[in-house]
């Protein structure tokens, strides 16, 4: 698909009512769900806080934030949306809301089907979690067959595989599906992944009843947008780690001394903290202009700021959190402090949806063949 180039209309000022929902989000977290309380929930493995999740979807109504009102949502937009996942991003939240909301939603609301209406109105009450095994989000291509509405094969590295109701999947074929975790043939392995907030599992279903979203141009369709959403959705909540990450180690440069001198003195750190908070500040504005530019394209229109978003802010990412851990010293480098959270969040989210290295090579191919035409 050929990418085309933002316009330079976009208002990134936000209105009073976006800022007083990202506030009201992020006192909840501060105080609910902070980072120590990611740490808590990883050995043993909890897949999320339940007074946390019912707050968050019931009395908040995020899960229905950008889901339309006639599907019992809220009727905002990814814009809100990514305001809700920069402060989910900061405390590293344990829970099914990014696969929910970023991942299986954007493939729903693209859907035409009866049954993406119905899921849409249960995901915006609150009853039911899903996520969607987009092929991007491994780089490698489907490998499940589809025959008389049953799947067989596996899905391989489903984030929040094994934690939540729904199952939506493409097929060799390019067709989209949702299969219900407990339906027949459904059988779930948890996998070890580099970053233990967002669990991985392969699903692998065996002849497995299905229900179909999507397929042809309908299903190209869906996977584009829920593509294009999660990349844009990802690069919010990667900023929102960055500035954690970046105010960690400020705080801790603010008090920490060596030879009777704080240690945010000195002119060396100072400067690297200088140059990760530009980083910082650029990927977030460059996220909630990608959010802005989502809101009104058409469905499944590729723009270059989806990919230059998600890969700014997965840098940004990984600079601040690699700071915060040479800032710390011997301390950062141990599993007792969390300054290696957010460097394992980094570190899967260079790779997820595309890697660095790919997203930029994509992009330069782009505007050379642009160029040249």
Known sequence: MTMTEAPNTVSLVLAEEQRDLQKAVRRFLEERAPLARAAEMLEPRVARDDAVWQTLTSELGLA????PE???GAGASVIELGLVLEETGK?????PFFATAALATPALLASNAEVAAALLEAIAAGET???FALPAITGEASSLSVADARISGTARFVINGADVDQILVTTTDGGVYAVARDADGVSISECDSTDPTRPLAHVTFANSPATELGTGQDGARIIAHATNTARVMLAAESAGAARAALEMVVEYAKTREQ???VIGSHQGLKHMLADTRL????AAAAARRAAAELSVAPVGAELRCYLSAKSFAAEALHLAAATNIQAHGAIGFTWEHNAHLYFKRATSGRRMLGTTSNIRDALAADLLAQVAG
């Open 64 to 67: 229905a934030l950008a889901i």
């Open 70 to 72: 006639e599907s019992g």
């Open 91 to 95: 405390v590293l939240l344990v829970s």
């Open 129 to 131: 979690t899903a996520t």
């Open 259 to 261: 030879g009777g001198k």
């Open 279 to 282: 980083e910082v500040e650029a």
